[in-house]
């Protein structure tokens, strides 16, 4: 079983800075693709942040030039350095992964992690 577990959310004043990290573990035999989502109240999940497993990186317009997604294979963890921070950022944020998790199964099947709270408020 996979398991994506996030940390690093809490409360922060605009214009402040928090990191996300997520780390994958279980029995899987490879992560290709990972990203970071989130969702504020009454509205839909958005993808935020995106990296491959060649580290080519892919972000929301709101976010460029503030967030920087990154990747640790040999940790299996997937990083998401929040700087300048707005209101407008305050969500629930998910890790997500595309995992291989097995020989005899050619695909890559969607995980989520269970998500951590960014709340940005003076």
């Known amino acids: 079983q996979v398991q994506l577990v996030e940390s690093g959310g809490g409360l922060v004043q605009p214009g402040g800075s928090l990191r996300l990290s997520c780390a994958a573990s279980g029995t899987f035999v490879s992560i290709n693709a990972m990203g970071w989502y989130r969702q504020a109240p009454g509205k839909q999940r958005e993808l935020v942040a995106s990296?491959?497993?060649?580290?080519?990186?892919n972000y929301v317009d709101s976010v460029k030039g503030r967030f920087t997604i990154s990747r640790d294979n040999a940790k299996k963890t997937v990083n998401l350095q929040m700087n300048s921070l707005k209101p407008e950022d305050t969500a629930v944020y998910y890790c997500n992964a595309g995992v291989r998790i097995s020989y005899t199964r050619d695909y890559y099947s969607t995980y989520w992690g269970q998500g951590t709270q960014v709340t940005v408020s003076s």
């Open positions: 990296i491959t497993g060649g580290d080519s990186t």
